[in-house]
């Protein structure tokens, strides 16, 4: 489980939220939304990353069972894995933006480092 923020959703509202924002992220590369949503988005797209850089069949299979698109997890494996390969975590960085207008929600933007 992610984190035990609930988000004012039920458990697979949650989650299926969580997984298409993680696959939106990994596709662009950048984010904006609030801040605790994205600080829920970077561990769960750190271990994708992570999954990316182990490149066994096992793993992509993970990948693909979470990723709700086919192309991001080829990204993943493809580019993603090869620019960490290096580095042991700490793929993202969630930094605070200000608070939202209409409803005085914090924002932050979340982006891969």
């Known amino acids: 489980m992610p984190g035990t923020r609930k ?19 990994l596709d662009k590369g950048r984010m904006e939304t609030t801040f605790t949503r994205a ?35 080829v990204k993943v494996f493809d580019q993603l894995a090869k620019t960490y390969a290096d580095r042991n975590g700490g793929y993202t960085r969630v930094t605070r933006t200000g608070f939202r207008k209409g409803d005085g929600a914090e924002t932050g933007v979340i982006e891969l480092v």
């Not at 769960?44 to 096992?58: D, P, Q, S, V, W």
């Open 39 to 73: 600080s829920e988005i970077a561990p769960l797209a750190e271990k994708m990353i992570t999954l990316g850089k182990k490149n066994t069949l096992a793993s992509r299979r993970q990948a693909l069972a979470f990723i709700t698109r086919e192309e991001v997890v």
């Open 7 to 25: 988000l004012g959703k039920t458990t697979d509202q949650r989650m299926a939220m969580l997984r298409q924002q993680v696959t939106d992220f």
